[in-house]
């Protein structure tokens, strides 16, 4: 069963970028089955997709963000990452790491969820 | 990108009847549909894919139904561990996009 923890800053300022690492454990983060995603939920709110990559670091991203968000994978550390540039109080919210099942795109495993405050 | 309504917001059910959520989506997803539960402080989990299909470990009561842009999650008989927030997920277009979700509570 995979299992996914998520670590990161907590508070960041306006401005600044946002950096959070996903570290899977196990499974390999080659496995063919999954590609690697980001989901984000501000507080009270619904759910968001960002975007997913592929062990070999093919992406897809939600316009929403209009290109402040960046995934990477590092296949040597088993971990997966998120970059969201040029942070506003609107991007504060728990944001998630999972796995999506390739066949049915569908988020099989989850990570606990880390809480980013952007605030000056 | 495909816009997915939820209704209702809320819905306060007693334990042991049926609760009915509906969803739907701006254009036809086929059976592109999935049904996440989400419970205070912790991660969604996943309920139903392909509109119909149960999840492994989903109990029998969860059902989902429904193609193109009308589908429907039934919980039969309300326990009280299934007091959450229910979101629908459409997977046929990218970008993936959920519905503002229903939350579930038991009277």
């Known amino acids: 069963q995979l299992q996914l923890q998520e670590s990161g800053p907590g508070p960041v300022k306006p401005w600044e970028t946002l950096s959070l690492t996903c570290t899977v454990s196990?499974?390999?983060?080659?496995?063919?089955?999954?590609?690697w995603g980001w989901i984000r939920q501000p507080p009270g709110q619904g759910l968001e997709w960002i975007g997913n990559i592929y062990y070999t670091g093919g992406t897809y991203y939600n316009p929403s963000l209009k290109g402040r968000a960046t995934i990477s994978v590092d296949t040597s550390r088993n971990q997966f990452s998120l970059k969201v540039t040029s942070l506003t109080a609107a991007d504060t919210a728990v944001y998630y790491c999972a796995a999506l099942q390739g066949t049915t795109v569908t988020f099989h495993f989850w990570g606990q969820g880390s809480l980013v405050t952007v605030s000056s | 990108e495909i816009v997915v309504t939820q209704s209702p917001a809320s819905l306060s059910v007693s334990p042991g009847e049926r609760a009915t959520l509906s969803c739907r989506a701006s254009q036809s997803v086929s059976s592109n549909l999935a049904w996440y539960q989400q419970k205070p402080g912790q991660a969604p989990r996943l309920l139903i894919n392909?509109?119909?299909t149960r999840a492994t470990g989903v109990p029998a009561r969860f059902s989902g139904s429904g193609s193109g842009t009308e589908f429907t999650l039934i919980i039969s008989s309300l326990e009280s561990e299934d007091s959450a927030v229910y979101y629908c997920?459409?997977?046929?277009?990218?970008?993936?996009?959920f519905g503002g979700g229903t939350k579930v509570e038991i009277k």
């Open positions: 196990g499974g390999s983060i080659r496995s063919t089955n999954y590609y």
């Open positions: 997920k459409q997977y046929n277009n990218w970008p993936l996009t």
């Open positions: 392909g509109a119909s």
